[in-house]
């Protein structure tokens, strides 16, 4: 990746914010022979945003080379992600990112564990329609981040102080977000936290949802990951050979299992077995509910009660990309499998809900 900082305005302004532009739909352009639709430089970007010149926020902009279709997002790119913001981080007010859609909440989750002590803003946005396009919803995500990356209270401490997703109107913890509509302008939605802020004239903040990071902490940027774990989702017929093959992987070290309902999975004796056989080889194993909104509660039912016997952790209201992204960093930082287990259960930087007595 070449490091290309430019800045759009010539007139100095107060509040200063970082564009990264990684790529998607965003900075797209039919490519005329194929028809599909494919990454442009960030010039292609500006040139359809006359606005740029207008903001009262002061720009600098730093640009993946080549932008990538944000299926091309790797836990390496994370740790990029988190170089050029660490190295730049007393420089700017706020930083935004723009990136796809298709996988802009797992960079969300992974941000935000690796993004430690964070006190500035971090807006991922993107669009559902190309900027060059007439009907793109790309113009106000993008100018509203800028807004929002830039926003700070009287006393000069920002709004906004983590890692987001603002798009169509709706600011979410980047670790509570996921991507629900391939189509629609409302791309996103979180489930299971409020949202941190709702665009419509004026952009209103929900303060009491917010993080309020220590402000004496200095950032800890993680570069450290883990990718060695896998999402597996239960399934009514799901087989015993294929599952153990699974689980067998000689890397593998921990398993996302997308249960049924609030955390149940099928009495099967072998499933039972091989996740016992699983958890105690070290293999860490969270409980996620397929279901989109609730919380996963093993001790609800007597199929979620048995997972607990087998080994199996809560992944409480998590959302799948959050509970990966997790594992990754932790397993990135602990061999001990102990440790892993213990801070699943533990609230980082308010991505799960947990009871007053959890
Ligand atoms: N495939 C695109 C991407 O994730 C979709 C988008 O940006 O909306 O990069």
Redesign the pocket.
């Known amino acids: 990746m070449k490091d290309t900082i430019s800045s759009l305005q010539m007139t100095p302004r107060t509040e200063r914010v970082l564009l990264i532009y990684t790529?998607?739909?965003?900075g797209?352009g039919r490519n005329p022979v194929t028809g599909v639709?494919e990454?442009l430089d960030f010039n292609h970007l500006v040139s359809c945003l006359p606005e740029f010149a207008t903001l009262e926020t002061g720009i600098d902009t730093y640009q993946f080379t080549p932008p990538?279709?944000?299926?091309d997002?790797s836990p390496r790119l994370w740790s990029q992600l988190v170089r050029i913001i660490a190295d730049r981080y007393d420089q700017y007010d706020g930083f935004v990112i723009l990136?796809?859609?298709?996988?802009?909440a797992f960079t969300a989750s992974a941000l935000s564990f690796m993004l430690e002590n964070l006190t500035k803003p971090v807006i991922l946005t993107?669009?559902?329609l190309p900027i060059g396009q007439l009907r793109t919803d790309g113009k106000e995500n993008l100018i509203t981040s800028i807004e929002i990356a830039s926003a700070h209270h009287a006393d000069g401490t920002p709004i906004v102080p983590e890692v987001c997703i603002y798009f169509s109107g709706q600011l979410l913890r980047g670790n509570r977000a996921t991507k629900m509509n391939a189509d629609g302008f409302k791309?996103f939605e979180s489930f299971n936290y409020p949202h941190l802020g709702d665009a419509g004239v004026n952009i209103i903040y929900h303060e009491e949802y917010i993080l309020r990071p220590d402000y004496t902490k200095p950032l800890i940027p993680h570069f450290a990951i883990d990718p060695n774990a896998i999402v597996f989702t239960l399934f009514p017929g799901v087989q015993e050979s294929i599952v153990r093959h699974v689980i067998e992987s000689p890397e593998l070290r921990s398993i996302v299992m997308r249960t049924y309902g609030s955390g149940n999975a099928p009495h099967t004796p072998w499933l039972m077995r091989l996740l016992k056989e699983a958890t105690s080889r070290g293999i860490t194993i969270i409980n996620i509910s397929q279901c989109a909104a609730g919380s996963v509660e093993m001790g609800r039912y007597d199929t979620g009660f048995q997972l607990k016997n087998m080994g199996v952790v809560s992944g409480h209201d998590s959302t799948v990309e959050s509970a990966l992204t997790k594992l990754m960093f932790l397993q990135g930082h602990y061999s001990d499998t102990n440790i892993v287990r213990t801070k699943m259960n533990k609230s980082l930087c308010g991505e799960i809900t947990l009871s007053e007595e959890e």
Do not use: K, V
Not at 23 to 26: A, N
């Open positions: 790529g998607g739909t965003i797209m639709l990454p990538i279709d944000s299926s997002m990136h796809g859609t298709d996988t802009m993107g669009s559902q791309a």
